[in-house]
């Protein structure tokens, strides 16, 4: 029996959550759990709470059979899992601030998203409360040596980009320690769901971070199937492949440019820009919409595509693949960009497989974690892929695992363009489940987006309308390995890295 | 007359530079949207942003000293006068008997000291980070520079920039290894000093890779107007440098008559659009380098200096 499969069946099962088994536990398995998280036996797929309740996604190392613990805690508080296993601190920390439930000997109580502006404490607790007074200075994580000095990044930054802090400490260009201090972005996704229809909670989650809004989108939707028994037309499975494998091409499209950018190498930003333009192009013409938002819909596709739209992918595609080998072969062949690229901003194998780094910095370092491999969903089950994986864990193999991704995106895209199958491309809601009483079901998907892994966990309440959802993104599991990956490096050196991550902020801060 | 003509001659070069500085910047931004596929800025895009910058108003943070102020006008002032004693269109200028390449050397050196002061001025720690960087690098381009000059002044017996283009002129130079090792070292210090790429990269947003950003990036309004001015002559200044001792053909000597300084001012525009295409060209083709690959980078501009000027006392005929 598995681990994970042990644990669910110590506990009491919750029968309405599909399809990974939920169970209900107490303290002692919940600890036993956290142990096993912190020996590496299970990783850590989510953490997050509801009033009076807290959850624990896991998986087993092998990245097989998913599970959900559950954990009552009517006194709001919990055995903290983060004093064992780090990934989950801040993840503690963001249910402390949203709902209120506090981690018994966690190592860290510094509020994380709530920055006090808020105008009310711990949003998704029914019993609410005020804001209890300013803010507090935030504590940064101390360094202490001789002729150290911090250097203050953001939250506004020079560039158009996401708000976030980064508090350098540095000895001269060295740096000793940097901490993120994120939430800035914080909107209130999962408060504004909560009671919402599914349609509307299904908009939300496109939002949560614009450049997956299809990753989003779907593992909202195959959640709120899952929840309701609900299966998609072939049609729906096909249209949302290629949606998604779009976004990813167009997304890595845009960050190999961008990262050789930061390293002031124009060029590569240029080309790889009209070749992301293109995409972006073709997918409005196809889809409607430049990246798909809201198109990915509970039940199915919100559009079909007529041969015009299909027209337009194939030639875009044809465009890629006969420009992209050229901006390769520069990226290889440059040696002043590969000499910024390859050993800078090293994430040990290590440490990505224990924080369940998921997408390019997990496999840049060694974790084959591939959702759409490892719990396979329609249309890659019928799909021949590869998921590469490198070890060096540094800046170029980031870079070098998007490019085969492209390649590999591209394949996909030209295999699913072969065969499209024909039919509706959305479930008739009469002739599914969703017509019987869905109070109380309980749907979780997880999603291959381009950062990584997209979890959604939704429970369903009276007339189609959600009672509680919640979305963590892959970048939750990342921000923290960059932060270790620049201790050493110089100050100068992390832009590149930061961008090699390309963290979300709006996804983490939500 | 000829103290006449001289005085017009300088004063038009000073205008000249002052008036130019910012086409050429223009330029090169023109050429290096060109070539990444944008159609990019007017080319009197930076007139038109020092004449915004120049109407508005000051911010000034709480704790900046007079020297935070005063800064901006020394450089400017220092850079602008060694950017006049360097000929562009006319050999013989007025000042140049006064100054020569060790004074425009000591000139930059002196707008980048206050650059420097300014920069950690106001406290913040990316002007500390860029001051480190600069004075980092100033230490390593500015020998090799001098080493530079002292190899053209033993090849020219003069530190005289006139003189200097005069005998380059001469049939007298002939094809000298020196020279191409002083040219070599000449263009990666140009690079490095106006924080060009692959040492600086003048258009990024990213805060804590700047150096020549960093410095002014406390600075508005007219302040940075000056300061971006200065920086554009100081580009100007290191092209006309490099046309003038190197490809000295079309400068009018002195006391000519009135057809040569105006097919001098023809070719020195012809050299400017060469110069600044060739640097767009070159900065598009490389990354940025490392923060602390810039010693060797200007390592190599030192040593090539160096090795030029030992050639000069071990070849047969190279000191007369």
């Known amino acids: 029996m598995s681990v994970t499969a042990g644990l669910i069946a110590r506990g009491a099962r919750v029968e309405a959550c599909r399809p990974w088994p939920r169970s209900i536990v107490d303290a002692v398995v919940w600890r036993e759990a956290a142990g096993h998280l912190a020996r590496g036996a299970l990783i850590l797929t989510g953490l997050w709470g509801e009033p009076g309740r807290i959850h624990l996604a896991l998986i087993n190392a092998d990245y097989s059979q998913p599970a959900i613990l559950t954990l009552d805690c009517p006194d709001g508080r919990f055995p903290s899992v983060g004093q064992r296993h780090a990934p989950a601190i801040r993840l503690e920390r963001a249910v402390a601030d949203i709902v209120g439930l506090v981690a018994d000997d966690a190592p860290d109580t510094r509020p994380w998203l709530d920055h006090r502006r808020w105008g009310l404490a711990h949003p998704q607790n029914g019993s609410g409360g005020d804001a209890a007074g300013p803010a507090a200075p935030y504590r940064f994580l101390a360094a202490e040596g001789d002729s150290l000095h911090q250097i203050a990044v953001g939250p506004v930054h020079a560039g158009v980009i996401e708000p976030g802090h ?345 | 007359m000829c103290l006449i003509r001289d005085l017009a001659i300088q004063g038009a070069q000073m205008l000249l530079v002052l008036a130019l500085a910012p086409l050429l910047t223009g330029w090169v931004r023109r050429v290096k949207a060109r070539l990444t596929r944008r159609r990019g800025p007017p080319l009197l895009q930076p007139y038109r942003d020092l004449w915004r910058l120049m109407r508005k108003e000051v911010v000034l943070a709480e704790n900046a000293s007079w020297l935070f102020r005063a800064a901006p006008y020394l450089i400017f002032a220092a850079t602008w006068v060694a950017a006049a004693l360097v000929p562009t269109f006319a050999t013989g200028l007025m000042f140049s008997w006064s100054a020569d390449l060790i004074a425009i050397i000591a000139l930059l050196g002196s707008a980048r000291f206050f650059l420097a002061l300014a920069g950690m001025d106001v406290g913040t720690a990316f002007g500390g980070i860029g001051s480190s960087r600069e004075v980092m690098i100033a230490s390593l381009a500015e020998p090799a520079m001098v080493m530079i000059v002292f190899s053209l002044a033993l090849l020219a017996h003069s530190t005289q920039l006139s003189t200097v283009a005069d005998f380059m002129r001469s049939p007298s130079v002939g094809l000298r290894v020196t020279l191409a090792m002083a040219l070599g070292a000449l263009l990666i210090v140009a690079v490095a000093e106006n924080g060009r790429v692959p040492v600086d990269n003048p258009a990024t947003h990213l805060e804590l890779t700047m150096v020549h950003e960093a410095m002014v990036l406390e600075y508005s309004g007219r302040h940075l107007a000056v300061l971006e001015l200065a920086n554009f002559l100081k580009l100007l200044l290191y092209m006309s440098l490099i046309a003038c001792v190197f490809v000295p053909w079309g400068l009018a000597p002195a006391g000519s008559g009135l057809l040569a300084p105006l097919l001098g001012l023809l070719a020195y525009g012809g050299k400017l659009a060469v110069g600044g295409t060739l640097l767009a060209v070159f900065e598009t083709s490389v990354a940025k380098m490392r923060v602390f690959r810039a010693p060797e980078y200007l390592g190599v501009a030192l040593m090539l200096a160096l090795l030029g000027t030992l050639l000069l006392f071990v070849s047969r005929g190279g000191l007369r």
């Open chain 1, 166 to 510: 980064f508090r350098f400490t540095a000895n001269g260009e060295t740096i000793v320690r940097l901490e993120a201090r994120l939430g800035y972005v914080h909107r209130g996704l999962e408060s504004l769901a909560a009671g919402a229809a599914v349609e509307r909670a299904a908009a939300l989650a496109a939002r949560a971070s614009g450049d997956s809004t299809v990753a989003y989108s779907l593992a909202f939707a195959r959640a709120v199937e899952a929840a309701l028994g609900v299966e998609p037309p072939p049609r729906a499975h096909w249209l949302r492949g290629l949606m998604a494998e779009f976004e990813r091409l167009a997304n890595h499209l845009g960050d190999i440019g961008a990262v050789c950018n930061d390293a002031a190498f124009v060029l590569m930003l240029a080309h790889t820009g009209v070749l992301r333009e293109r995409v972006l192009r073709a997918c409005a013409v196809a889809f409607g919409h430049r990246l798909m938002m809201d198109r990915v819909v509970p039940g199915g596709a919100a559009v079909d595509l007529d041969p015009a739209g299909a027209a337009a992918l194939r030639a875009v595609v044809g465009e890629v693949r006969r420009r992209f080998p050229v901006l390769v072969a520069l990226y290889d062949e440059t040696t002043s960009l590969q000499d910024r690229t390859v050993g800078t901003g090293r994430v040990a194998p290590a440490l990505a497989r224990a924080f369940g780094a998921g997408g390019f910095v997990g496999r840049a370092s060694g974790r084959a974690f591939d959702t759409r491999r490892a719990l396979p969903y329609r249309p890659y089950t019928m799909l021949e892929f590869e998921t590469p994986v490198r070890e060096a864990g540094d800046v170029d193999a980031r870079l070098w695992i998007r490019i085969e991704e492209v390649r590999e995106s591209l394949n996909l895209i030209e295999q699913l363009l072969a065969d499209p199958p024909t039919g509706p491309c959305r479930a008739d809601p009469a002739a599914g489940g969703g017509t019987g009483d869905a109070k109380g079901a309980e749907g979780v998907a997880l999603v291959e987006g381009f950062r990584g892994d997209v979890l959604v966990w939704l429970r369903l309440g009276a007339d189609g309308r959600v009672d509680r959802c919640h979305l963590r993104d892959p970048s939750w599991f990342q921000w923290p390995l960059l932060e270790v990956c620049v201790e050493g490096a110089i100050v100068a050196d992390f832009p590149l890295c930061n961008k090699s991550f390309n963290c979300s902020y709006a996804g983490h801060d939500l």
